[in-house]
């Protein structure tokens, strides 16, 4: 009797494991199918602009499942640096669909390509007030899953140290390449003067002879 109940008690707990870890499989294989076909997405991790310039907020994506114009959503928000409520920069679904009010309305523009899976904006006039995150998601139907790209946009009042260095060391360059041509091509041009007279001084009635020719 006893023996009967202890088996019985075993095959319980043998049968409650298997399901746990048939369970626990089951997890596994639905998260590995999730992360496979999880769409990903592509942007930079910052980008810079001139007050009043137009930028491009680049946003490309990879999809597991096919792509097409009536699949693919994409959905621009903006998060403030003062870490306000995000703010609707632009939509996408078979058409563009841009913001018809607040601080982004006739600044967002499409520059995507959904067939080439681009899904960029470009702020046209971009103004002081437009610094902070902006984050792209798209959803490709059924695949829905992934992270979001995030760019943060910093807006300034005139051309980085950066650049002017570039600039600077372009300019430079070229003049130092101009200048060492140049010092080649006069002493070039000295040491034949040298070489000249020192030819007249060694054969002074040929150098005579040249002159009265001449």
């Known amino acids: 009797m006893l023996h009967s109940r202890a088996v019985g008690i075993m095959k319980y707990h043998v049968s409650v494991l298997c399901s746990f870890h048939i369970i626990i499989l089951k997890l596994q294989v639905t998260n590995t199918l999730l992360i496979s076909s999880a769409i990903e997405i592509y942007t930079p991790r910052e980008v810079e602009a001139v007050n009043g310039t137009d930028v491009k907020l680049k946003c490309t994506f990879s999809s597991t499942h096919p792509v097409s114009l009536q699949s693919v959503i994409v959905s621009w928000n903006f998060r403030p640096i003062d870490s306000g409520a995000d703010e609707s920069v632009f939509y996408y679904q078979e058409v563009p669909f841009p913001p018809s009010a607040g601080r982004f309305q006739g600044h967002a523009v499409w520059s995507g390509d959904i067939m080439k899976q681009d899904s960029s904006i470009t702020l046209q006039q971009v103004q002081p007030n437009f610094n902070g995150t902006y984050v792209c998601q798209v959803?490709?139907?059924?695949?829905?899953?992934?992270?979001?790209?995030?760019?943060?946009?910093?807006?300034?009042?005139?051309?980085?140290?950066?650049?002017?260095?570039?600039?600077?060391?372009?300019?430079?360059?070229?003049?130092?390449?101009?200048?060492?041509?140049?010092?080649?091509?006069?002493?070039?041009?000295?040491?034949?003067?040298?070489?000249?007279?020192?030819?007249?001084?060694?054969?002074?009635?040929?150098?005579?002879?040249?002159?009265?020719?001449?």
């Open 139 to 214: 959803r490709n139907r059924p695949d829905v899953h992934g992270s979001n790209g995030e760019i943060i946009l910093r807006v300034v009042n005139k051309v980085s140290l950066s650049e002017i260095g570039i600039l600077a060391a372009t300019v430079g360059g070229a003049c130092g390449v101009v200048l060492i041509l140049l010092a080649i091509f006069v002493a070039v041009r000295v040491c034949k003067r040298k070489r000249m007279e020192n030819s007249i001084e060694m054969h002074p009635s040929k150098g005579l002879k040249d002159h009265n020719v001449l």
